[in-house]
């Protein structure tokens, strides 16, 4: 069965403070690998999609990275609006994405 | 570009009782997902649409859930019988194709009492 794991469950930055996420996943078949941004009582909001092993995205601040076991959001210099849940996510051979928990990060000014 | 709608935002009902939530996709998508979020976990599949065929179901499913999408435009799903375990955030999402990134709406918060 398709495990996607993720840690930290919960971080704390001080704005400025880099740090990366971590998505593991032990799935047959990766089609592609999503992150998601969300914001208490909101759904989650898309962020990247990668597809295979050696591919980066980046938007502003954040950085995607893909190995054939795992996944890193990376985050540099953040700011207080970053704060959110960031949840990945695995496609398979099914329709559905399959989430996991999330990590939950905090960044205070 | 609207948006995935949903409503209500919020329906509180008594154990027992039935309830349907509503779906309004993005107008050009014809997949769409149902998924059920509790607190500090990440969203469950719970049902799929490919314009008006639904086309896979989680096990996680009961009997007592039920989702329809008439005429492959907007989806409704209803829940038979509420029990105080379906209390949980209803997201609805949609996508262009297979392997494009879902959109979701901001969800139904259902609470049973």
């Known amino acids: 069965e398709d495990q996607v794991t993720q840690s930290p469950e919960a971080l704390r930055l001080q704005e400025g403070e880099s740090s990366s996420l971590n998505c593991s996943y032990t799935v047959s078949g990766l089609r592609g690998l999503f992150w998601y941004r969300q914001d208490p009582g909101k759904g989650p909001e898309f962020l990247f999609t990668l597809y295979s092993a050696g591919e980066e995205k980046e938007k502003e601040r954040l950085k995607a990275t893909l190995t054939k076991k795992e996944s890193f959001l990376h985050i540099t210099a953040p700011k207080p609006e970053d704060s959110a849940t960031y949840l990945c996510a695995v496609q398979t051979s099914g329709y559905a994405l399959n989430f996991g928990k999330g990590t939950s990060l905090l960044v205070t000014p | 570009d609207t948006g995935v709608s949903q409503n209500p935002r919020h329906k509180i009902t008594k154990r027992g009782q039935n309830v349907t939530f509503r779906c309004d996709p993005i107008s050009e998508h014809n997949r769409l997902y149902w998924y059920r979020q509790t607190l500090g976990q990440g969203p469950e599949f719970l049902t799929y649409f490919q314009n008006e065929a639904q086309l896979e179901k989680s096990r996680l499913l009961s009997d007592r859930f039920s989702a329809e999408r008439p005429k492959g435009s907007f989806s409704t799903l209803e829940i038979q019988r509420t029990e105080q375990g379906d209390s949980a955030m209803y997201l609805c999402?949609?996508?262009?194709?297979?392997?494009?990134?879902?959109?979701f709406g901001n969800g139904t918060r259902l609470t049973v009492t």
């Open positions: 999402a949609s996508s262009f194709d297979r392997g494009s990134p879902l959109h």
